[in-house]
């Protein structure tokens, strides 16, 4: 019972992002992101010694979650549902947009 009700404050909060522009939006971002990390990967450090493993791991699960969400796929188990979340993915990828352009 709790997990239905979790699930429906889940999918609540969600329901902005079912509109058909956030989800290109998000399939745009990801793949030009992405694109540009594959073509200009200097953008992230000047040289590999000096590369941070961690924003790496951040900005590719980021990029995960705006492809999930950019191609329409919605989970069911809750935690799922928050962890591929643009609320969380978007902040990360325009961050990285903004500091790579810049």
């Known amino acids: 019972m709790k997990i239905?009700?979790?699930?429906?404050?889940i999918d609540m909060?969600?329901?902005p992002f079912q509109h058909p522009l956030t989800r290109v939006f998000s399939f745009l971002l990801?793949?030009?992101?992405?694109?540009?990390?594959?073509?200009?990967?200097?953008?992230?450090?000047?040289?590999?010694?000096?590369l941070s493993h961690g924003?790496?791991?951040?900005?590719?699960?980021?990029?995960?979650?705006?492809?999930?969400?950019?191609?329409?796929?919605?989970p069911i188990f809750w935690l799922w549902k928050i962890v591929f979340s643009?609320?969380?993915?978007w902040p990360v990828l325009l961050g990285f947009l903004f500091?790579?352009?810049?």
Do not use: K
């Open 4 to 9: 239905d009700r979790l699930n429906h404050y």
């Open 30 to 50: 990801a793949l030009a992101l992405s694109g540009l990390l594959l073509v200009y990967p200097n953008h992230l450090a000047a040289s590999s010694a000096e």
């Open 13 to 15: 909060l969600h329901r």
């Open 55 to 74: 924003y790496l791991t951040i900005l590719m699960w980021a990029l995960s979650a705006a492809f999930i969400h950019g191609i329409g796929f919605y």
């Open 99 to 102: 500091t790579s352009v810049v």
């Open 86 to 89: 643009p609320y969380f993915s």
